[in-house]
């Protein structure tokens, strides 16, 4: 049976235009808050909806949820590398037991690299995953890596898909085929800029150009950063991070766009796009699941699993990389974790039935830095190249792949290829897979060198040149500000605080750590694994250099001082210095306020947050009896979701002085403003994200008014941590050293927003709200849908890269008109829900889709939204995940 009958369509679907710029926050009802709804006409023409009758549901399956279970489970009897240890070293199977079926082990003497993992399964063997075929457009350069691959020996497909360690100029290199001069693959972080290099620069965060809702910038700023990977030699991205921001407190939120999929996967479409056309591979990554820091292993550390049922999986966290696969991307990164207990990089359901089979992936799977701990069951089951190449950091011997036995790859890759444990059909494929996106981006013509070292800033070392110290940056400040300005979020307004006029202001008051500079500079801590001074990105390797870093204190008080030099601008950057914020404060008649949250990534912790934000040790009778209704849950706790350095008291303090007290915050994502957001002398909060090295520039031309906001949130700010659908998973029962933390999916499609409505829990602010320094108003909603009903039926679910051809016809086009009735020029974000009938089991409503437009004051535009057939489905199953199977 092919898929077509697992897509259940919706047979009467409301659509929902929500808009969500207020200029005064009413009282409304929680689902009309949460989604902007209004019935058609509202009066102050907030939004418009229709009602629109689709054709008849298949009968079956509408809301099965099967687990997605890998066949590559030792349960079932999968080879797998087995447990090995010596000289201290631990290596842990595929499946996350200790079981060792139907494999042989075999522990070597032990070299100056350590333990040499050496396996050699017998019994069951598993069928090649599904090879490379050219398809959408992948056939030129499928060709040309046939050619290339042809021409090469064992060792030297083993070269190139077994990293090199950690020798080779970027984080991670493969391999060189040296006789056919082909010098391998430069792999480099990160989704925000080049990382471990300099003359580049630091773009706001893909959180922040996810906030501008604007596919255009973030385009854009795709196409400037692929620009800069190419003009550093990067060959493969290592980019853009499509994990959902399930929760609010996970490290690593802000690497990616935001708690919604459909918003998260044009994001990653977009943004691959960009880097792509530069001739850089892009790499979507972590496959699948990777939405906490802790636990989430590496280097063969215990790594929880991520238990989620398919059509979740389907609908939300596969969607953005079901978006890439469309996009064209490159590569794919296989994450740390486990997902149903099973490896993700060893994880046959993900990997070959998912990626390569369901969406026709042509590109090669790259693993995430150290995730591959198995040979056999990471080649079989789907995994491409390995990245870094070796068992753990620690051992950096080998610049070699094919002769290293520091790898569960490298020289006993060479050795089971040679002895047929694994087919050299396969063994093939994993390099024409990496070869054909090596073509396809046409990295063969004219693609530079690698020309800095991520290990070193200096210029030469023993002599030779490691860092040509080449200026990427072209003029991309000019996008960084206009993104930055552009994802800047006003969450309240109070009498038209903002724009300000700084002219009338006499006595400005800057008060917060986060409105100055890290006084030891932007770059001083290692993957600014820091909080000091203005936040302007997180922390981990999704980072990059800063070239610059302009502070908010320092564009504010240039400005003001050009404007009027006999302003008094006062500052203190001590947060906990209250007599000087009173003092300050008190004789200020305006004041601005800044305070952030931070957080990254779990190999750094700061302030004792371990990537994810911290487990709430202030208010623990908050914690909510919700995640302890279940013991194996118990260690779910309630993140700390409040602002650092004590954030609220300064806001407050600064309040409690200064009737005009404007708040600024710099965050990874939600914070509780629960204490002051309703304060009187409170007039503007301006949520500003991670802005990259244009900060205080692009925050200034918000204050001002020469850019009118127009930034949507892209989660949800709740009213209390335990509003939340999900926390993080802190700590464990079970502290055996084999225990495999699980975390279970038990939200299944209430993310986010969809958990707020559907529970009716009201926000403080919702998913997709922001505000502006104009109004806006909505008429003449059209609905018309296209013939697709049939084209899918007739393609018979023939595939192309994203998955079932006919998915991706154009199934309905939403038109309206908006007027801007206000006095600015500015930005509307037009948000399109979709509400599913209740026979479908969806969410309340789901966004899919919207549209950013400019519109001058007094005039309208005609906005036009086109759903895909895709987006008003359901269950978007492939027979192989048991979804209607039958
Ligand atoms: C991260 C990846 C990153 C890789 C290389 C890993 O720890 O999870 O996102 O690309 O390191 O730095």
């Known amino acids: 049976m092919k898929s077509l009958a697992l897509l259940l369509p919706c047979l009467l679907a409301t659509f929902t235009l929500a808009h969500q710029q207020h200029s005064v926050r009413r009282p409304f009802s929680h689902h009309a808050r949460a989604l902007g709804i209004k019935p058609t006409g509202a009066t102050n023409g907030t939004t418009a909806a229709g009602t629109v009758a689709h054709r008849a549901a298949q009968p079956n399956g509408t809301n099965s949820a099967t687990p997605l279970d890998s066949p590559a489970s030792s349960k079932n009897g999968t080879p797998s590398t087995p447990k090995v240890s010596g000289n201290g070293t631990s290596l842990r199977g595929s499946s996350g037991s200790n079981t060792t079926l139907n494999t042989t082990t075999t522990t070597t003497s032990s070299t100056t690299a350590g333990i040499v993992p050496v396996t050699s399964p017998t019994g069951a063997t598993w069928p090649n995953p599904k090879p490379i075929s050219g398809d959408g457009g992948w056939t030129a350069a499928f060709a040309k890596a046939n050619a290339f691959v042809a021409k090469l020996t064992i060792d030297e497909k083993v070269n190139l898909t077994t990293g090199v360690d950690t020798i080779g100029r970027c984080l991670s290199n493969t391999g060189r085929v040296t006789r056919l001069n082909f010098d391998g693959f430069c792999f480099e972080d990160s989704p925000a800029g080049v990382r471990d290099t300099d003359y580049n620069s630091v773009f706001p965060s893909a959180m922040n150009v996810a906030a501008t809702w604007d596919k255009n910038l973030m385009l854009e700023r795709g196409a400037a950063m692929g620009a800069e990977f190419r003009g550093k030699g990067v060959n493969v991205a290592l980019g853009p991070m499509m994990n959902l921001a399930r929760n609010a407190a996970a490290g690593r939120n802000w690497e990616g766009g935001g708690a919604d999929p459909f918003l998260s996967g044009v994001h990653a479409s977009q943004n691959i796009q960009g880097i792509q056309s530069q001739g850089v591979i892009a790499c979507a990554k972590h496959y699948a699941l990777n939405e906490q820091e802790h636990f989430r292993g590496g280097g063969g550390k215990e790594a929880y699993s991520s238990n989620v049922d398919d059509r979740t999986f389907h609908e939300d966290q596969l969607w953005p990389f079901a978006e890439s696969v469309k996009a064209g991307v490159g590569s794919v990164m296989c994450a740390y974790n486990r997902v149903n207990q099973t490896s993700a990089c060893e994880n046959r359901h993900l990997l070959n039935d998912i990626l390569k089979e369901e969406l026709d992936f042509q590109g090669f799977v790259l693993s995430d830095a150290t995730a591959i701990i198995s040979l056999y069951a990471s080649v079989m089951n789907g995994a491409d190249v390995n990245m870094l190449g070796f068992v753990a950091y620690g051992d950096p011997d080998e610049g070699n792949p094919a002769t290293a036995n520091n790898s569960y790859w490298g020289l006993q890759l060479g050795d089971a290829v040679r002895n047929g444990t694994i087919p050299e059909s396969r063994f093939d494929d994993m390099v024409t897979r990496l070869m054909a996106a090596y073509y396809q981006f046409g990295q063969d013509k004219g693609f530079p060198a690698v020309n800095f070292d991520y290990a070193t800033e200096e210029t030469s070392v023993n002599g030779t040149i490691v860092n040509e110290h080449v200026n990427v940056q072209g003029d991309h400040y000019k996008l960084i500000r206009e993104i930055g300005a552009a994802s800047t979020i006003l969450l309240k307004n109070t009498n038209k605080t903002l724009p300000m006029d700084f002219g009338k202001v006499k006595n400005l008051a800057i008060l917060g750590s986060d409105a100055g500079p890290n006084p030891d500079g932007p770059n001083s801590c290692k993957d600014r694994g820091c909080d000091r001074g203005t936040l302007a990105l997180g922390w981990g390797s999704g980072t990059a250099n800063f070239p610059y870093l302009v502070t908010p204190y320092e564009a504010i008080q ?249 998915l991706y016809a154009d199934a309905v086009t939403v038109s309206f008109t908006v007027k801007n009735t206000g006095a600015y020029d500015g930005n509307e974000v037009a948000q399109l829900y979709l509400g599913f009938p209740a026979s479908a089991h969806e969410p309340p409503r789901v966004l899919r889709g919207f549209e950013r437009q400019l519109i001058k004051k007094g005039q309208s535009a005609k906005f036009s939204i086109s759903l895909r057939v895709k987006d008003r489905y359901i269950n978007l199953g492939h027979p192989k995940s048991g979804l209607g199977h039958s």
């Open 558 to 806: 240039t400005y003001v001082h050009g404007k009027q030099p006999d302003t008094i601008i006062q500052s203190v950057f001590d947060d906990f210095d209250y007599a000087a914020v009173d003092q300050t404060a008190s004789q200020a008649d305006t004041c601005m306020v800044f305070a952030n949250a931070n957080s990254g990534e779990g190999y750094i912790t700061v302030d004792t947050n371990a990537g994810d934000r911290n487990v709430s040790v202030e208010h623990p009778s908050d914690i909510s009896s919700f995640y302890f209704d279940n013991q194996e849950r118990s260690g779910f706790d309630e993140s700390n979701l409040t602002l650092w350095h004590g954030g609220d008291d300064l806001i407050l303090i600064t309040a409690s002085q200064c009737a005009n007290t404007i708040v600024v915050l710099h965050t990874v994502g939600a914070v509780l403003v629960e204490p002051w957001y309703d304060h009187p002398n409170v007039t503007a909060i301006v949520y500003a994200g991670l802005p990259g090295q244009e900060s205080g520039n692009a925050l200034l031309d918000v204050l001002i008014g020469t850019v009118n906001p127009s930034g949507r949130l892209p989660y949800t700010i709740a009213k209390n941590r335990s509003d939340y659908p999900s926390g993080i998973l802190y700590t464990v029962s079970d502290t055996s050293s084999d225990y495999i933390p699980q975390i279970d999916y038990t939200e299944k499609l209430n993310i986010d927003y969809r958990h707020f409505d559907s529970a009716n829990i009201e926000p403080r602010y919702e998913f997709g709200f922001g505000m502006s320094y104009t109004n806006f108003s909505y008429s003449g909603l059209s609905v018309k849908m296209l013939a697709t009903a049939s084209s899918l039926a007739s393609d018979q679910g023939t595939t192309q890269p994203g998955g079932i051809t006919s």
